[in-house]
């Protein structure tokens, strides 16, 4: 089977620094990308890992290790817009994607 | 620019009729588009993958039959929710991609909530 796990819940406060993990096990791997999707509205992207390394956008990185068949989302200068749930996603091929499991972030004042 | 539209947002239907969701690519062509269905707090599960002018590939456990797809245009996917029952009840979200291999983006689109009563 395909699988992605990512905590449930993750709490931080206003201008700390999270990191959200996901460790993934894929029938095919070519990237792994992490969306947010706020209540009610449509997923939207963030950053995409093709390559072990980190990838900087802004207040956000993404990490892959292909090795350890994991990576993480880290978010700097949080604010309270950045509530969400983050989902860590694999192209299994074809520009399928898997879906993690999600996380649900929420920061306080 | 990648803006991804559907159509209803919201749709109430009475469990027996059928729905019918339209994606539109709004700025670009999209070769394949996919739909994904999400129950409350939940992941996205990946429904179908619909290449235009080619018919849809299913993922597994998912009926053709009654979640028909169709691709008719590079910017244009349409989704058929048929006898709806109150299972089907969820949000619907497709997404679309430039090019129909590789390592695109997806870019998604709002969304639609089916609720069947």
């Known amino acids: 089977g395909q699988s992605l796990e990512q905590p449930s819940e993750v709490t931080a406060v206003e201008g700390a620094i999270v990191q959200i993990n996901c460790t993934y096990q894929?029938?095919?791997?070519?990237?792994l990308s992490w969306y947010q999707q706020h209540d009610g509205g449509a997923p939207t992207f963030l950053s995409y890992?093709?390559?072990?390394g980190l990838e900087e956008t802004g207040r956000f990185s993404s990490f892959l290790s292909r090795s350890d068949s994991y990576g993480y989302l880290l978010l700097q200068e949080l604010q309270m817009k950045d509530s969400a749930s983050y989902f860590c996603?694999?192209?299994?091929?074809?520009?399928?994607?898997?879906f993690g499991t999600g996380t649900r972030l929420l920061v306080s004042p | 620019g990648a803006v991804v539209s559907q159509h209803p947002s919201r749709v109430i239907c009475k469990s027996g009729t059928s729905v019918k969701i339209e994606c539109r690519s709004l700025?670009?062509?999209?070769?394949?588009m996919f739909w994904y269905r999400q129950f409350p707090k939940k992941s996205l599960m990946l429904m179908a993958t619909?290449?235009?002018?080619?018919?849809?590939?299913?993922e597994q456990g998912v009926e053709k039959d009654k979640f028909l797809i169709n691709h008719a245009s590079l910017t244009l996917s349409t989704l058929t929710v048929t006898s709806a029952h109150p299972e089907d009840s969820s949000f619907y979200i497709c997404?679309?991609?430039?090019?129909?291999?590789?390592?695109?983006?997806?870019?998604f689109g709002p969304g639609t909530r089916l609720t069947v009563l």
């Open positions: 619909s290449n235009e002018g080619s018919k849809a590939t299913y």
């Open positions: 996603a694999v192209n299994t091929g074809f520009q399928k994607l898997v």
């Open positions: 894929t029938s095919g791997f070519y990237g």
């Open positions: 997404s679309a991609s430039k090019t129909a291999g590789g390592a695109d983006t997806q870019y």
């Open positions: 700025d670009f062509q999209a070769t394949t």
């Open positions: 890992n093709a390559l072990d």
